[in-house]
């Protein structure tokens, strides 16, 4: 089964401070991640990172280092505990871009340990860094074998991602990309995996460019049908959809098989607030929220955090006067890493505001009451929508994207974690990061938990 391996910017520039302290010589650190346990890809969640101090090591040389595993034991209590995983990371200053003979003796001796302690059916990991930062590594399975992981993510300011070796064919009709981004982003849009919540005003377009630039998986999730009031907004939909009440999603999948891609796909009709779509959501590498609603946008924050996954926000604001007046047109793509800002922290939405939406879809009945009495502020159910704005806000989060993974742009992708669109003043407004990990730091590489995302309404035993 494919292995993944994911951290934090954090982590990583931690990582690689400790690995090369400028003498020339190699250097080692553990950690212990989470897990997403799954049938198909099995991802390893960076949890902390525990370096092994320089003088503790008996032999550091540029091609060999040796350690005692005393700072290990801690580690692998909770591993025991919790079935978790055990990473191990060293550097190669030379840059020797494989495995050393060393290395394959050293880690069939230390996982041969880990495996004992631990007593797990799932894999360890083991990693090595180069100079410039890159990283590759291999799953350590139970038999003792090897096997390369299929990715390490690092969804920092820059989308930071390194897949194995094997190489993804690049169809035709991604050539124009590559003569822009060159062949090695394109082919790493051709090996992501990319979930879309909400497949509506900004989601479908959103969609439909993922699907041209090649993506090579996606997972869509909307549980709503189409409606005669939305088809202005929604890409490949038709009359015959509203009045059979097709649920988009399929509508989606209609129009990606029909363009002939080879896009792998899954869609799932329902809530973003159920086991399936959480699990399915946490497996992909990227997630896009195009939703209205906060309780949607708080879940998927937490899910970030818990699974170190990479999310861009999008999200549409239209007022009008009734009598042709436009009071606000604009739109803001928020990118939010996992160890950086939330949402809430950067003002989207209030914990009160997140409070009525999960009243507003549990509890419909009490929600009216509650709004009466004046105890909380009400959930816009019915907004103004036209395609041409949403169409602008997906192209521009798309965009937000690929600068990621392939930065372009003059300034740092630091300076853009907030993109801010006004169609009424025809200007754009940039935000930088504003501050480290908040509500979600003490959640950060938990990944699968019971129950899910420590949520009680998500309770259902993990795959």
Known sequence: MPTKLRLTQADHRRLKAHLFPGDGNEAVAVALCGRRRSTTHHCLTVQSVVPIPYDECQVRTPYRVTWPTDRLVPLLHKA???????LKIHSHPGGYADFSDIDNASDADLFNSVFGWTDSRFSHASAIMLPDGRMFGRAVLPDGSFEPLESILVPGDDLLMWP???????PSFVQRHAQLFGAGTTRLLRGLA???VGCSG??????EQLARLGVGRLVLIDPDFVEAKNLNRILNSTREDSYLKREKVKVMARAIAAMGFGTELEII???LATPRAIREVAECDVVFGCMDGVEGRHLLNRLAAYYLLPYFDLGVKLE????????EACGAIHYVRPDGSTLQERGVYSDEDSKAAGLWRTDPLAYRDQLRAGYIHGVAEDRPAVISINMNVASAAVNELLARLHPYRL?????SAVLRISFIQGQTYRERESGGAGQFAKHLGKADVRPLLSMPELSEEVA
């Open 269 to 271: 009709s329902d809530n």
């Open 194 to 196: 990319v979930a879309v």
């Open 202 to 207: 900004t989601g479908s377009p959103l969609i």
């Open 80 to 86: 025991a505990q919790r079935d978790l995983a055990i």
């Open 164 to 170: 194995s070796a094997s190489q993804v064919a690049l």
């Open 411 to 415: 300034d740092d992708n630091e300076e």
């Open 320 to 327: 009008a006067d009734g009598k042709g007046g436009i009071k």
